[in-house]
């Protein structure tokens, strides 16, 4: 299993306190209201067969407001149990498109490792230029790839690169 735990940005819980951690940074240029309402957070297996934790975070404008938070945002992701190194994170933007219902605008999804005693920093943008094109397996509705700049392109290959905090420039 993994754990989520907010670290700025989505308030209401603690910073992690375990050494082992990946730190994700999630910003937009949707605009948060109008455009992008709410944001699902999926941790699957590698191979993205099995959910192990998912939360879904109401958006808003107006910081502070309860169960409503803004971008840009980060939280931690922890193991839980030794198990799990390798897994699968999928972030869905979700808001009204052209005043019609809340529907999936865009989907990035990225590959990442826990390494021992490291906080591994992983930076995903939810760009206008996804929008629209959510790269899903039509089976499972995970597959390998992800959006980047338009395209759907390797999630193995993007450039959601992670890097410790001493790789920071």
């Known amino acids: 299993m993994i754990g989520l735990a907010a ?6 819980c603690a910073a992690p306190s ?5 730190l994700v940074e999630v910003t937009s ?7 992008l309402t709410d944001l699902r957070v999926q941790i699957f297996d ?24 803004t971008l840009p945002a980060s939280f931690a992701l ?7 190194s390798d897994f699968r994170l999928v972030l869905t933007a979700r808001g009204p498109l052209g005043g ?6 865009v989907e990035q999804q990225a590959i990442g490792t826990f390494v021992g ?7 995903i943008a939810l760009s206008r230029s996804c929008l629209g094109l959510l790269c899903r397996d039509a089976v499972d509705r995970r597959g390998e790839l992800t959006c980047s700049h338009g395209a759907c392109v390797s999630s193995l290959q993007t450039p959601l690169a992670q ?3 001493d790789e920071r420039p």
């Open 7 to 12: 670290a700025s940005g989505l308030g209401g």
């Open 18 to 22: 375990e050494p082992t951690s990946v």
């Open 29 to 35: 240029d949707l605009v948060v209201g109008s455009e």
């Open 46 to 69: 590698r191979e993205g067969a099995n959910e192990l934790a998912a939360r879904s975070i109401a958006l808003s404008t107006t910081p502070g407001l309860p169960a409503q938070y």
């Open 78 to 84: 922890t193991p839980s149990d030794r198990d799990v």
């Open 100 to 105: 019609v219902a809340v529907m999936d605008l």
């Open 117 to 123: 005693h490291e906080q591994r920093r992983v930076a």
């Open 163 to 165: 890097e410790s905090p």
